[in-house]
């Protein structure tokens, strides 16, 4: 099957007007997804963020889901301007990027807006021309997405260096993990995921893992690897009512210790080692929107 990422990818670096130059990028772009909604996606990208800021990186955090945004509820601000303003022209991106806790940056979306969920051609390129001036800035660039198939989270997915799918233990999570995962290899030819298992201990992830695995061996080609697992833990529900996240409320819960082996694990390894070499950057594979 044609690699369409790849031929995309291609093409908009030939309509470039702009000497091509080799990119090595100092950052990391990690999507993280999900199949279902519900599983807890956005609770993991905001504790990811915070214990890697922690550790003294710069993180970018984007909440990708455009039309139902979770981030600024779960945080507790309130963004004076989001990203509609940006891709109606009103505002420039620098505008309304916000500080969240130990200084990340977030691009905050809208909410309740059911035309964010599709965006067309021409705001999709008016998203990557303001986005690409931020590449020097960061360390990693965390992408919250929406959850589902739609357009939006599986082209968000396919810019990404890397996809951590979150599910937990239930069965419709499990089958909407898989789901995603196989629109991703057929349609954008990603070989690679990483999983996260939510509200689970170490052995019932395992068993998600191992059972994800067999029917990806089965029928298609690709590798998970398993990134981790969190814990049921009580003081969720806690730090969802005090709007602060647990990785700073509860730093020494079952969680919030989970997250800061996640987040050690993400920055120790060697991006060579897990994930597919990228032929172009970020901000190109968000510009072969254009053409897809």
Known sequence: MTDQASILRKRFSQNSTQPRQTETPRFRSLSVTSGKGGV???NIVINLAIHLA???KKVFLIDADLGLANIDILLNIAPQFTIEDVLTGKKHINDIIIEGPLGIHILP???GISEMQSLSAKQQMSMLRELSNLKTQYDYILIDTGAGISSNVLRFNAAADEICVVTNPEPTAITDAYALMKIMSSR????????????SEAA???DVYGRLVRVLNKFLTVNLELLGNIPRDPNFIKAVRHQ??????FPNSPAGKAFRTLAAQIVNRSGDTFVEEKETSFWKRLGSWKKD
């Open 40 to 42: 807890g996606k956005t």
């Open 54 to 56: 922690k550790m003294g």
């Open 109 to 111: 979306a809208s909410s």
């Open 188 to 199: 954008y030819q990603v070989h690679h995921f990483n999983l996260i298992v939510n509200l």
């Open 204 to 206: 019932e992830a395992r």
């Open 244 to 249: 602060e996240p647990i990785s700073l409320l």
